[in-house]
Nanobody, 129 residues
Framework: QVQLVESGGGSVQAGGSLKLSCAYS????????IGWFRQSPGKEREGIAA????????FYIDSVSGRFAISRDNAKDTAYLQMNSLKPEDSAMYYC??????????????????????WGQGTQVTVSA
């Protein structure tokens, strides 16, 4: 059974940093595509970044590009989201998701919730002004 477990969330002041981790297991092979999503109360879940197993193929939405960095360690079956220059509007529950899909689909559809059948339980990030 596929399992994803997020960790690293917490409370920080604006301008601070956090690094989220997503440990995945249950695949015979490393998860081809890992996505990070977030959801604030009253808002839809938003795909913010995705990374393919080659570690260099990455996708970001504009609002986090240049501030967040996605990475993965395939030997450790773990993906990361380094978040810098955090803003109050970054406050949300953050989720990672995984699926075995080709590289181009990961880049083109990595921000879409319906792309991924496997999800973690989420980790809360709160940024105060």
């Amino acid at each position: 059974q596929v399992q994803l477990v997020e960790s690293g969330g917490g409370s920080v002041q604006a301008g601070g940093s956090l690094k989220l981790s997503c440990a995945y297991s249950g695949y015979e092979y490393s998860s081809d595509c890992i996505g990070w999503f977030r959801q604030s109360p009253g808002k839809e879940r938003e795909g913010i970044a995705a990374i393919y197993r080659d570690r260099t193929s990455q996708f970001y939405i504009d609002s986090v590009s240049g501030r967040f960095a996605i990475s993965r360690d395939n030997a450790k079956d773990t993906a990361y989201l380094q978040m810098n220059s955090l803003k109050p509007e970054d406050s949300a529950m953050y989720y990672c998701a995984a699926y075995d899909i080709p590289r181009l689909r990961c880049l083109r559809e990595g921000g879409a919730e319906e792309t991924f059948p496997y999800w973690g339980q989420g980790t809360q990030v709160t940024v105060s002004a």
